[in-house]
């Protein structure tokens, strides 16, 4: 998993938070042997996150979408219409998301389905509240390479 899939992991457990008023979770992972949580996309958003990217001058921009028709190019707009085509009934308009169980098969499964053409939501890789579980050590931000391979192995419920 690449770090625009775990944003995207993110994503999808904001989504099910908010469609089935389920506690809300952060995925637990694996990097370079390490496990650790963190948050991988910025939490200050209703429903659709903010694109983000830098001006000329290093000075963060933000780009908010309100709806599906403006971010038809963007792989989380995407991945929460593939949610719901997955996981509504079309009968009883509920949702019905595995248990915790298999939610993580069920996460791994819409973000490997996600179309990786689209646009991520940002390219800087940058993650927030990082705890490595081992040794304690925090970050309000942390900075993962481009090509950081990482392993979702569990949910932690906030």
Same mark, same amino acid.
Not at 3 to 12: C, I, P
Not at 87 to 103: A, C, G, I, M, Y
């Given at each position: 998993? !690449?770090? =625009? +899939?775990?944003?995207?992991?993110?994503?999808?457990?904001?989504?099910?938070?908010?469609?089935?008023?389920?506690? =809300? *979770?952060?995925?637990?992972?694996?990097?370079?042997?390490?496990?650790?949580?963190?948050?991988?996309? /910025?939490? +200050?958003?209703?429903?659709?996150?903010?694109?983000?990217?830098?001006?000329?001058?290093?000075?963060?921009? =933000?780009?908010r979408?309100?709806?599906?028709?403006e971010? $038809?190019? *963007?792989? %989380?707009?995407?991945?929460? @219409?593939?949610?719901?085509? $997955?996981?509504?009934d079309?009968? $009883? /308009?509920?949702?019905s998301?595995? !248990?915790?169980?298999?939610?993580?098969?069920?996460?791994?499964s819409? %973000?490997? +389905? $996600?179309?990786?053409?689209? @646009?991520?939501?940002? =390219?800087?890789?940058?993650? *927030?509240? %990082?705890?490595?579980?081992?040794?304690?050590?925090?970050?309000?931000? *942390?900075?993962?390479?481009?090509?950081?391979?990482?392993?979702?192995?569990?949910?932690?419920e +906030?």
């Amino acid at each position: 998993m !690449n770090f =625009t +899939d775990l944003q995207n992991t993110s994503y999808a457990l904001s989504i099910i938070s908010e469609d089935m008023n389920n506690p =809300t *979770y952060r995925p637990i992972v694996e990097y370079n042997g390490k496990l650790l949580v963190a948050n991988f996309l /910025k939490n +200050d958003f209703d429903f659709f996150p903010k694109e983000l990217k830098y001006n000329s001058r290093f000075k963060e921009e =933000t780009v908010r979408f309100a709806d599906f028709e403006e971010g $038809t190019d *963007y792989q %989380v707009i995407d991945l929460r @219409k593939k949610y719901f085509q $997955t996981f509504l009934d079309s009968f $009883t /308009k509920r949702s019905s998301v595995p !248990n915790d169980e298999h939610l993580i098969n069920a996460i791994i499964s819409l %973000v490997n +389905d $996600t179309d990786k053409s689209l @646009k991520p939501l940002n =390219t800087f890789n940058i993650a *927030y509240n %990082v705890k490595f579980l081992e040794s304690g050590l925090t970050f309000d931000s *942390y900075r993962f390479p481009d090509d950081a391979a990482f392993n979702l192995v569990a949910l932690q419920e +906030d």
